[in-house]
């Protein structure tokens, strides 16, 4: 979860470390640091807190030098001090470090015993000891790092730099990704290919367990058998490392914005010419008897969703499991199972040790994934990018968007293929589908109406989102999308689960965010709102115009849709659930980019 870059350039490298690293921020703001060397020596500026902290610092204390590492931490070990901020260094080497140490106390403790002892809570710290450690017995640092690296267990991104070596960096990679930027003459190291996208659009992704001896003239990658790799330098689209605001006062809004645009380009991508298509070698849903899908928070809301729209529409049954506790169960998988892995950043650790529990027992193991160069995609047979383009806001909004019209897809294509939907029902969909930009640009142009309940919302210590059906996801993602960036207490219910337990929360400062299109089940979530409303609960009300004029009355706010085929409501009313939680962390005053305690990409179990 933390950003890490790495710099042997021509010119000074905090500034552009700096640059670097705002582009990684969301992968963790607790504290930030830079380590250079300049006249064969090491030095070092940390700060904590936001990287503007570390920017001021530089300002006043620079720090020289054309070779350097810097970092931006979500921490694990030891709270976010300044003394626990990267890079760590211990005598001539400075590390930076992605993931977690898990053998580090036996690690310190064989340290200890050597007369090397830590001055820090991290696990990190232990990796630059040893290292330390093995360069004082005489090893260079390229063999240093090499028994370094032999002995940790745990999953890591490192990037090691050396006192009186301007041109070496040793970057290593287990578990969570590392990318090498190749320049003219300069090499670079970054957590993805946003941070490099400024220096370089050529890249090369180190492979789980690789480690790489780099210098300005050349890049060395071994596996980790300790064999040369022939890595593949990739180019990427400098359009999609882009990262500004556009003008919009944060990312989120820039990208709840973007929603219209973004699923046009979906469609266009699986939906051109009235039927789907799928990127090779594709999917015969007639080769599965079950669907086993997998992610965590709001893409495991996603899939979720898409367990109606599989069972209802294609009638193929699906199990939906949170990553974090899928292979800790054991399931078994049948061989005729299409095991599927969603993720907006193809990272996601407890994902893709799920997929591996998968492999050689799934028929087929596809990935819906928002960077097709990433570890979980790389991993798959299949990749289904929902091209949702770069996302930096920590709280996900276009990229569950077009998740759920990926899936939405899918669906359709399985129902095709086993015979549930004749050709004719499949183009009355997709005509559907092709309506959704548009109506996404309708709910958006209510923004003042969110704006309004937002500040009514922000008042409330505790909401309840309530929704049946294919809604009830919604509701459950409605919250998380509240919490996490208001730090208002949410949760989301099945609207007929409200009168075994919930409805004893209800009361005149519960608020109650009823998600209600008209569909099949919505006088039963009419039912479930009166229930709420005699007990003296707030209502606020999403509905379109009939089901206002229907349920409307005695509601203490009614936002108003715009109609849509009821199947497609899930993805309608992500733009409410986004905008009330917008608007309600607008109201409070918090960060609504980089909430406490979270960060985007999540790659440490």
Known sequence: MCGIVGVLGHHEAAPIIVEALKRLEYRGYDSAGIATIHNDRLDRRRAVGKLIHLQDLLVHDPLPGKSGIGHTRWATHGSPTRGNAHPHRSGPVAVVHNGIIENFRDLRADLAAKGLMQETETDTETVAMLANYYLSQGNSPRD???????????????????????????????????????????????????????????????EDGDWAVLTRDSVEILDSHGRLANRPVSRVQLDMTRVDKGGHRHFMGKEIAEQPTVLGDALAHYAE?????????????????????????????????????????????????????????EPPIPGRTLAMFVSQSGETADTLAALRYCEDKAATIASIVNVTESSIARASDLILPIRAGTEIGVASTKAFTCQLTVLFLLALKAAQDRGVLGRQDVTKHLENVQSLPGLISQAMALDEQFETAGKGLAEARDILFLGRGAMFPLAMEGALKLKEISYIHAEGYASGELKHGPIALVDKTVPVVVMAPPDAVF?????????????????????????????????????TMPPCASELAPILYAIPAQLLAYHTAMAKGTDVDQPRNLAKSVTVE
């Not at 729209?309 to 049954?317: S, T, V």
């Not at 009419?526 to 606020?540: F, I, P, W």
Request: hydrophobic content about 45%; charged content about 20%; proline content about 4%.
């Open 144 to 206: 240093a790092a090499a028994q370094v690296l032999a002995r940790l267990e745990g999953a890591f991104a490192l990037c090691f730099l050396f006192d009186g070596e301007d041109d070496l960096l040793i970057a290593a990679r287990r578990g969570p990704p590392l990318a090498v930027g190749h320049g003219e003459g300069e090499v670079f190291v970054g957590s993805d290919a946003i941070a490099l996208g400024p220096l370089t659009d050529r890249i090369t992704y180190l």
């Open 273 to 329: 010419g009235g039927q789907i298509t799928l990127p090779e070698p594709g999917l015969d849903f007639t080769a599965y008897d079950r669907i086993s899908m997998v992610a965590c928070g709001t893409a495991f809301y996603a899939c979720l969703t898409a367990k109606y729209w599989f069972e209802q529409i294609a009638r193929l049954p699906v199990e939906v499991d949170v990553a974090s506790e899928f292979r800790y169960r």
């Open 523 to 559: 006088d039963k979530t009419v039912s479930n709102m009166q229930e709420v409303m005699a007990r003296g609960g707030k209502v606020l009300l999403v509905t379109d115009k009939t089901g206002a004029q229907t349920a409307g009355e005695g509601a203490w706010q009614v936002i």
